[in-house]
């Protein structure tokens, strides 16, 4: 996430997508596969941490090794081993991105439900009155793992 400004000077919220050149590893179709796709290929791997199966596939598309590979349904008249970059996408369209947030490890009650502690207190939070009803909510709010977690975010291109 980041920023930009416009021509008037007015601060833009925006996120950053890197779009690769991504090589076309394989072309799927209907009548082999049963549907029809093309399977991209971004990020270089090197050929040693690639197996045997994944390095004929990719010298079937005349190309390197790649780590992300992944299918996508809506490209037309794309070869084996064209390059798809930022081209196919014009200002204006909106994308959907989907990502791993990060781990946040166990967090308190302070994180996961913003509790201020005791009063207006900074340090040393002495000479506090625990009541029955306190009691209880403290221990409804038990600490948690904040884990990873699959976000889907609306993205338009600017």
């Known amino acids: 996430m980041t920023s930009i400004f416009d021509a008037n000077g007015k601060n833009i ?6 779009v690769g050149p991504c090589v076309v590893t394989q072309v799927k179709t209907v009548e082999k596969d049963g549907y029809a796709a093309v399977q991209l290929g971004y990020d270089e791997k090197r050929e040693k941490l ?3 199966a994944l390095q004929g596939h990719f010298k079937k598309a005349n190309t390197t090794p790649k780590r992300k590979l992944v299918e996508f349904k809506d490209i037309e008249n794309a070869q084996l081993g ?3 970059s930022i081209e196919v996408f014009a200002e204006g369209d909106v994308i959907s991105v989907t990502g791993t947030s990060k ?3 166990f967090q308190g009650v302070v994180k996961r439900h913003g509790f201020g502690g005791v009063g207006g207190q900074t340090h040393g939070q ?3 009155v625990v009541t029955q009803v306190q009691l209880v909510r403290v221990h409804s709010h038990l600490v948690y793992l904040k884990a990873y977690a699959w976000r889907v975010v609306q993205v338009v291109i600017v």
């Open 13 to 18: 919220p925006c996120t950053v997508v890197e």
């Open 103 to 105: 781990g946040k490890g």
């Open 126 to 128: 002495h000479n506090r």
């Open 50 to 52: 690639t197996n045997k």
């Open 82 to 84: 064209d390059s798809v």
